[in-house]
């Protein structure tokens, strides 16, 4: 079978439209529909802050799954590689995330639980975390 050029650039066309029509659309997870509470533990690095990723990726964050059950709808971790240049040092260790429905669902489920996570804290850093607690917005 004999492809004409005109054919050929059409089928190219129609495979690049598809490819980027697929690349440009999002796919909404439940981590990130908007109205959302997103939970933000950040872990700022310093001179002497240490940070246990494996500790907290495998025990810290999977205790929460457990404590918070389903009310927790999503975790996240990132690991801070490297500062806005060069010369500049990592800013945070890690940066933990937690979603949830509603404000309320975190409340219920972080206040009874409180001592046991705080608690559990010194076994993966010495560092004293800031949360902040947003709402999804886009």
Known sequence: MIINMKTKLVILLL???TVLTGWQ???????DKKGMVKVTILYPN???KTF????YSKKHMP??????GDTLKHIAIDKGIAGRTPDEAVPYLAI?????DTLSDYEKSFGPNAEKI???IPNYTNIQ???QISEVYQ
């Open 118 to 120: 705080i608690s559990d």
């Open 96 to 100: 933990g995330y937690l979603y949830f």
């Open 52 to 55: 246990d990723m494996d500790y």
């Open 25 to 31: 659309q999002k796919t909404e997870t439940s981590s």
């Open 63 to 68: 205790m929460l799954q457990t404590l918070f």
């Open 46 to 48: 310093g001179d002497g």
């Open 129 to 131: 975390p800031i949360v």
């Open 15 to 17: 495979i690049t439209a």
